[in-house]
């Protein structure tokens, strides 16, 4: 869209006469920012290119973008991006949304319908795929709206890890806890601090499996045991074809010689490629194996699949994930403080205040009260790695009743080390509106309710036909 040409050249006067900022273009008020021009390019050219700039990129942008344009320095770059962020911070515009009929109040847009799924799942957030996580983007608003930075984060219901990896890019402290022995293994992957030792240990891993790569030309047969025994756990035959069962033998014995960090960083890759690899059904999101080697994928396109035949490369996929990943972790530590505490436990969130003591945010989504079976949905990974979750421990496993109980408990337990917000995010349930109660229990704990923002679900991310929209509660204590 062409930007009109600045008629007058004196901004600061008109503001002062005009007595409104909202009267002044865009491009004026940013002449008023940064003061003046450099030689060759004046203020008014500057500002308009600025203002461009701004434009076509939706959002804060970085100071390395900003100093790329010709005649704005490192100062000018700063002033642009803190009045930028103080203008998010005080002056959200407040939007109206119409959920079945009721009007409600939202300050901001948390649905983040437009942003691609290339931003929400970038990073170190692809490292493996995980039921019912939240999109990073939520825990990134709500930090960057509650906190004062330098903050110590808490997530309770942990999951693999969003909030901890948004809290540390944002230059937080942050604890997380989860019953999913799995999940916890993700995130320290995840949130892993790399030393030169770690990249080297990376890259002889790279080298190793390199030149094991599959040869596309050649059949499956191309696999060369390098041990007899080709056992990965009690039934993993019906699971794994011999040659695939043999090369994930071969990774993992290979990744035992290095520290526990990196075998961990492996394992994790392996793992978010296991259930493709196995001969589980590819339309069946629990782990479930066909009636015969060929079956119709009913989820893609009705093709058939013959799992004596299909081409499964465990090398070449393996090592494009690990490559992927090292990438990514790299980037990670170079954009985040090192320092910061960013701490995964194994725990049971019941017991919040034993493994935390004291958190100044809490951002959170809980299971719902008819849970995801982890255990069940990553069962390969748990028999291969050895692992397990005690199904009383997982919160909704067992019940409304309970699932309440439950609930009441933690948000108490996060009541004790909480001095700051706490924000909720819970599916709406249209029949029993169970998210209320959690509400009422939030408000039992001693919080108070401050804020409320909805967040209409695509089709796509709904939970299912009982939940379309979700919520978020920000409490303070
Ligand atoms: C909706 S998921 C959270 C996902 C997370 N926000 C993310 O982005 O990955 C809920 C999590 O709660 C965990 N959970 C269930 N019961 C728990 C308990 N008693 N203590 C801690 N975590 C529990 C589950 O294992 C699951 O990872």
């Known amino acids: ?33 940064i003061g003046h021009g450099v030689k060759g390019r004046n203020v008014f050219d500057l500002s308009e290119y600025i203002v461009n700039f701004l434009r076509k990129n939706n959002e804060l942008p970085k100071i390395e973008d900003l100093v ?52 929400r799942q970038g990073g170190v957030h692809f ?8 999109i990073p983007q939520i825990p990134e608003k709500f930090i960057r709206k509650y906190s004062k ?39 320290e992957t995840k949130t892993m601090v790399v030393n030169e030792r770690s990249v080297k240990e990376i890259d002889d891993f790279i080298r190793w499996i390199s030149s094991r790569r599959e040869n596309y030309n050649r059949t499956n047969s191309s696999y060369r045991a390098e041990e007899k025994d080709i056992f990965l756990f009690e039934g993993s035959k019906d699971w794994f074809r011999e040659d695939v ?31 493709g690899m196995s001969n589980a059904r590819m339309d069946a999101n629990v782990p479930t194996l066909p009636p015969c080697p060929v079956y119709i994928d009913k989820k893609h396109y009705y093709r058939e699949v013959n799992n004596k035949t299909r081409n499964i490369p465990v090398y070449s996929r393996v090592l494009s994930q690990v490559l992927r990943m090292k990438r990514a972790i790299l980037e990670f530590n170079k954009e985040t403080d090192r320092r ?36 069940k949905l ?11 979750i005690d199904e009383e421990d997982e919160v909704g496993r067992n019940g409304h009743g309970r699932y309440q109980e439950d609930m009441a ?39 108070k309710l401050v804020d409320t923002f909805v967040r209409r679900l695509s089709n796509q991310t709904a939970f299912s036909k009982q939940i379309k929209d979700e919520f978020i509660y920000v409490f303070k204590i």
């Open 68 to 119: 790329s344009i010709e005649g704005v320095g490192k100062v000018k770059a700063l002033q642009i991006i803190s009045a930028l962020e103080l203008g998010r911070r005080f002056y959200q515009e407040e939007t109206e949304k119409n959920i079945e009929g009721i009007k409600l109040k939202t300050k901001d847009d948390w649905d983040f319908a437009d942003v691609p799924l290339k931003v």
């Open 340 to 375: 910061l505490i960013c701490k995964p436990i194994l725990g049971d969130a019941r017991e919040l205040s034993k493994y935390i003591k004291s958190c100044n945010l809490v951002i959170t989504s809980p299971p719902y009260w008819s849970a995801q079976n982890y255990q």
């Open 1 to 33: 869209m062409p930007v009109a040409k600045l008629t007058n050249n004196k901004p600061r006067e008109r503001l002062l006469t005009l007595k409104d900022p909202q009267k002044l273009k865009t491009e004026e008020l940013m002449a008023i920012l």
């Open 245 to 275: 069962a043999g090369k994930v033998k071969n990774i993992l014995n290979r990744a035992k010689s290095y520290s526990p960090d990196i075998q961990n960083f492996i394992k994790v890759g392996v793992s978010d490629l296991l259930k």
């Open 149 to 187: 930075g330098n903050d110590i984060v808490v997530d309770p219901f942990m999951g693999c890890g969003t909030t901890l990896i948004t809290a540390k890019l944002l230059g937080n402290h942050s604890y997380g806890v989860d019953t999913n022995p799995l999940a916890v293994k993700i995130s």
């Open 409 to 447: 408990k933690i948000q108490s337990e996060i009541a004790k080390i909480l001095k700051g917000y706490y924000g909720l995010v819970i599916g709406e349930d249209t029949r029993d509106q169970e998210h209320l109660r959690v509400v009422e229990s939030a408000k039992r704990a001693g919080f």
């Open 127 to 134: 490292f493996h795929h995980y039921t019912a996580k939240f």
């Open 378 to 388: 990553h069962m390969l990974s748990f028999k291969l790695f050895g692992l397990k």
